[in-house]
């Protein structure tokens, strides 16, 4: 399988609990991306990564949320103390770094997360 | 603040009708547009895209028709079918950023 792969497909965690996805992106990629995606909506964007280095973060990325790329290959996501607010999809997209060709750019299947 | 408009919010269209959803975006420095389509427990898989020195881009059923002075853009889907039922989002992207901004999606259902 050649796409993006997230995992798990599904997490439900208790208030308060630590949870934390797993994003392995296409693997000549260099860029990996993460967004939120809420029931009804369309996704938003939350951070990027070129490579290891974390280059942007959107503001709904709050301090519970934190995202890394040890090795410029695979990627996590881990939210501390969650709220009930954080339940929604957690997309992964990867693409290569080529002027503005989105064809390239691939999302996950996503990991859903309800916080109960 | 919501940078792209999207509506319908849900369309019925019968089998070999016609869909067409609208995009409306405010900010001048989105330099590329693409559309999206997203079923239930997928994430989005790109359709097409556009960019604004075009006024028009067809591949095969699915046409965007794109006018810059307006900052709109819309997408039709020809000889619609029942396998095209799924979400569809306008989004927008700017070349030297690295982040989709997307609308709020349409709902598209096919009836037979």
């Known amino acids: 399988d050649t796409g993006v792969s997230q995992n798990p497909r599904h997490k439900i965690t208790k208030r308060g609990q630590n949870v934390t996805f797993r994003c392995d992106p296409i693997?000549?990629?260099?860029?990996l991306y993460w967004y939120r995606q809420t029931l009804g909506q369309g996704p938003e964007f939350l951070t990027y990564?070129?490579?290891?280095?974390?280059?942007?973060k959107s503001r709904l990325l709050s301090d519970r949320f934190s995202a890394e790329r040890p090795k410029g290959s695979f990627s996590t996501l881990e939210i501390q103390r969650t709220e009930q607010g954080d339940s929604a999809m957690y997309l992964c997209a990867s693409s290569l770094r080529r002027d503005s060709d989105l064809y390239g750019y691939t999302f996950g299947s996503g990991t859903r997360l309800t916080v109960v | 603040q919501q940078q792209v408009k999207q509506s319908p919010q849900s369309l019925i269209v019968q089998k070999g009708g016609i869909s067409i959803i609208n995009c409306a975006y405010e900010?001048?420095?989105?330099?590329?547009f693409p559309w999206y389509q997203q079923f239930p427990g997928k994430g989005p898989a790109l359709l097409i895209a556009i960019r604004p020195d075009v006024s028009e881009k067809k591949e095969g059923r699915f046409t965007i028709s794109f006018n810059k002075s307006a900052k709109q853009f819309s997408l039709h889907i020809m000889d619609s079918q029942p396998g095209d039922s799924a979400t569809y989002f306008c989004?927008?992207?700017?070349?030297?950023?690295?982040?989709?901004?997307f609308g709020t999606g349409t709902q598209l259902k096919v009836e037979l």
């Open positions: 693997s000549e990629h260099n860029r």
């Open positions: 989004a927008a992207f700017t070349g030297g950023g690295n982040k989709l901004t």
């Open positions: 900010n001048t420095a989105f330099d590329y």
């Open positions: 990564f070129q490579n290891e280095a974390q280059l942007e």
